[in-house]
Nanobody, 123 residues
Framework: QVQLAESGGGSVQAGGSLRLSCAPSRYSYSSACMYWFRQAPGKEREGLAIIRTGDGFTFVADSVKGRFTVSQDNAKNTMYLQMNTLKAEDTAMYYC????????????????WGQGTQVTVSS
């Protein structure tokens, strides 16, 4: 069974940084779309970033562009979300997801999900 293991969440003050990691197991990482989403209480799920593992194509949503960066370490089959200059409104549960191509944060196939990691930013 495919599993996505997230880590790196926590509590940080506004202006701080965190790096989230997502490591899939029993999944063909080399040709996948890997995603970061978040969901705050009472809000809809928001797609944040994509990495297309085969060629390294990345996408970051406008809402976090310039502050968040998605990357991967192919040797470790791990995806990262570097979050800088965090704001209180970034407080949410962050999830990684995986699915087949095409890669899109809207209307894509998100076959597998991690359990989520909480990010709390205090102002």
């Amino acid at each position: 069974q495919v599993q996505l293991a997230e880590s790196g969440g926590g509590s940080v003050q506004a202006g701080g940084s965190l790096r989230l990691s997502c490591a899939p197991s029993r999944y063909s990482y080399s040709s996948a779309c890997m995603y970061w989403f978040r969901q705050a209480p009472g809000k809809e799920r928001e797609g944040l970033a994509i990495i297309r593992t085969g060629d390294g194509f990345t996408f970051v949503a406008d809402s976090v562009k310039g502050r968040f960066t998605v990357s991967q370490d192919n040797a470790k089959n791990t995806m990262y979300l570097q979050m800088n200059t965090l704001k209180a409104e970034d407080t949410a549960m962050y999830y990684c997801a995986a699915g087949p191509r095409p890669c899109t944060v809207v209307g894509g196939q998100y076959n597998y999900w991690g359990q989520g990691t909480q990010v709390t930013v205090s102002s």
